[in-house]
């Protein structure tokens, strides 16, 4: 990218911290390889006036899920899980029924794919079943125990029968207990053992012991037009045509919460480009080419995809565009994403070689407003595509 292009990239993002929407931002985005742009900006603390860097740890939320799907298809390469075997295999306790009360077989391509009948808590208008239930979303700390959050979950009938239907929902946490189960051990050791440590990821946790590095975090104003507020400890976000979203802050650091598989996990951007790098090429040092196309490509294309919206189906791990002009982006069909509820998204376009990380501390801007959408046309409109034969994709690696 030339220096005007990415200034231009940079102006979209120094206008959304100027104008209050986003609090701090950290954006990376390669192609080929080779970084071609990189912007940290705003602030981490606001109050403190302390700035974002290289260096500040985000807190991610959902893009935590596709670390641990990838785990798991690691798992199954090993022989170690089987996709098409029952989870009460490993969660014999775990029986969640129809609303008819007829019992239903769950597996983990069902929980991989958000095609197991669950659904979350903050897709609905407050005191919903799992609320009523006590189910934590994973983000908050209503729940501090694993075993716990499945036993209410698993009293909630399903929204339908596994493998009829798509629904985003906390299908990751138990997917991450059945890791637990199949390894007999903790589920941090487990993504350490098979996708963070061999990528090097050595900022992304489950759980960090000070805020040193952490982005605070803010959520959107209460009036219009207003700069973003600091996040209370127990707080609430409302999800636009859903119900309200409920936030701990402070949960990364508590160690007696339990690592939530599908929204637990922090890091830095660089850490999580070299994550979406190693997928862009095809898997190694964590997963065979076979295994990045059932995490990267559609396997739901008979179902639609509320959660990412008209023109995306869903892998088992990512949204997936199925068609550019209806899902109403820029990149190709066949790009694949994901974005968190404290405001991060990221993306990644095989076609052209591209791998965006945008990671902002204000929920939901950062997700559902406007900034991830300018920002990605903003590099559309100024990118100059690349041959890949120009690149030998080794840049990123510095960041090991």
Known sequence: MEICAANCVHQVIEDAVSAGRIVGASVIVAQHGEVILEHHTGWADREEKRPVTEETIFRLASMTKPIVSAATLALVEKDVLSLDTPISCWLPAFTPRLSNGNQAVITLRHLLTHTAGLTYGFLFAENNPLQSAGVSDGIDESVLSLDDNLERLATVPLMFAPGTSWCYSLATDVLGAVLERACNQPLPQIIEEWVTGPLGMKDTTFHLSSHERLAKAYADSHEANGSARVMQNKDKVLLEGCGYIHYAPGRITN??????????????????????????????????????DLLTSDAVKDFDVPAAGPGFGFSMGFAVVRDSQ???????????????????????????????????????????????????????????????????????????
């Open 255 to 292: 160690k007696q919460a339990y690592p939530s598989a599908g929204a637990g996990m922090a890091g830095t951007a660089r850490d999580y480009l070299i994550f979406l790098e190693a997928l862009r090429n095809g898997g190694q040092p964590i997963l065979s080419r076979q295994s990045v």
């Open 326 to 400: 209806t899902a109403n982006t820029p990149r190709h069909a066949g790009s694949y994403d994901w974005g968190g509820v404290y405001g991060t998204k990221m993306f990644v376009d095989p076609e052209i070689g591209l791998s965006a990380v945008m990671l902002t501390n204000t929920a939901l801007e950062g997700l559902t407003g406007k900034f991830s959408n300018d920002v990605t046309r903003a590099i559309y409109d100024n990118l100059e595509i690349h041959e890949a034969d120009h690149y030998p994709g080794t840049a990123c690696n510095e960041y090991r």
